[in-house]
């Protein structure tokens, strides 16, 4: 019911910056809390950070202090903003956005394809 399209990735080199952005469609009740994981070759996914409907963060500490998410809640829209980029930091990305919808009010979650992220010089 709710579909994810991300969007921002690409090569990067080292202390440089990328935005990712993440937007949701779908005919809900609610879009609830919205994330960015990331998975390395041979990792596992890991959370980057995360933002509830009311503003609320939460980073791993890998990335505090360098990257900041953010959301619109008119537009369905996550935002990571990356900066100093570190070669560890490559990855593919995902967004992953819980919601609850308009019949019997469940809760339920959606991930995105996936957008893949390079840092290197």
């Known amino acids: 019911q709710v579909q994810l399209v991300e969007s921002g990735g690409g090569l990067v080199q080292p202390g440089g910056s990328l935005r990712l952005s993440c937007v949701a469609s779908g005919s809900v009740f609610s879009i609830d809390a919205m994330g960015w994981y990331r998975q390395a070759p041979g990792k596992q996914r890991d959370l980057v950070a995360a933002i509830t409907s009311g503003g609320i963060t939460n980073y791993a500490d890998s990335v505090k202090g360098r990257f900041a998410i953010s959301r619109d809640n008119v537009k369905n829209t996550v935002y990571l903003q990356m900066n100093s980029l570190k070669p560890e930091d490559t990855a593919v990305y995902y967004c992953?956005?819980?919601?609850?919808?308009?019949?019997?009010?469940?809760?339920?979650?959606?991930w995105g394809q996936g957008t893949l992220v390079t840092v290197s010089s």
């Open positions: 992953n956005t819980q919601y609850t919808t308009k019949i019997f009010y469940r809760d339920l979650e959606v």
